[in-house]
């Protein structure tokens, strides 16, 4: 076929086949599907803008198009920030399914060549887990974006420097105190078959009502996190402490007998979709360590659960 032959549009099926990678790229940068998707509009706006010439200079356009998103989720971090700053209660990332985003970090980068070097890479395992979501969202807008284009797909720093704005030497140095953030927040994980046991003897005790069977599956630093988004109730501060989280879980399932609990695979391992009669309440994921739960968390904004389906 030749240029004159090839259809207008030829191109566009390619470049609209990169919006799951991009999705998950933006996930990973926002914390959250509903602001992944806008950024990935925005990405795709601009390509659509280009003019005919200026696509057909871009020689990798899933190349160019990780560079916009990146740009256009740098600008979204800064106004995320201010909007969260004023987030009624505890702000937390958007929970997602174990699948939705697998296959979507390259081993290889958008060129080819290795993603990165392998004893520069962290924990790419739990890029969309809750708990590095969190170390995350503590970063400066720069550093999230130089550790995931740089840790998790694989650019360059000199590719990054053209989104962060900042010479590769700097840009190399954001990725750098980036993955130090992530190894000093980093927690020991157990494997995926202890997560699940003491998940379950958690459930098991709750829904029992048995104080101490529940204190002795809770690490005695134990942390409790809900996001009700300023549309549902949840506890509008940090809850810490294996009595407090405990009496706290046993006075929650008193107020809502009704509640249920459906197991799902969560990027935390094994969580819950809880539910009331025909609606999905919320979503609740763990962190375990050394056989006892170190953290707990309760998403119940909806705006945040639509991902999620009942059985």
Known sequence: MTDQDRPAD??????????????????RMTGTVGDAEDVVQETYLRWYRLDPDERAAVRVPAAWLTRVAGRV???????????????????????????????????????GAPATDPSD?????????????????????AERVAFVLHDV?????????????????????????????????????????EHDRVVRAFLD????????????????DVELRGDGGGVVRAAPNPVRGDDHVARFLLGLLAKRPALQ???RDTADGLGYAMTL?????????FAVEAGRITRVWLVVDPAKLTRWTLR
């Open 121 to 141: 890479r962290v924990a790419l395992d739990e890029t969309v887990s809750t708990a590095l979501l969190t170390v995350l969202e503590a970063m400066t807008p």
């Open 261 to 263: 609990f459906e197991e």
């Open 153 to 193: 797909f694989g650019l360059s720093f000199d590719e990054i420097a053209e989104v962060v704005g900042r010479s590769p030497a700097a840009t190399r140095q954001l990725a750098t105190s980036a993955r130090r953030h992530v190894r000093e927040g980093r927690r020991e994980r157990v494997g995926a078959s």
């Open 10 to 27: 030829d191109g566009l099926v390619d470049v609209a086949a990169e919006r799951r990678r991009l999705l998950s790229l933006a996930y």
């Open 205 to 220: 005790a709750s829904l029992g009502g048995d104080l101490g069977r529940l204190l002795r599956v809770l690490a005695p």
């Open 277 to 285: 009669g025909d609606h999905l309440f919320g979503v609740a994921t």
């Open 73 to 111: 989720a740098l600008d979204h971090l800064g106004s995320a920030r201010v909007r969260r700053e004023t987030h009624v209660g505890q702000w937390l990332p958007e929970p997602v399914p174990a699948d939705l985003f697998a296959g979507t970090a390259p081993v290889t980068t958008l060129h």
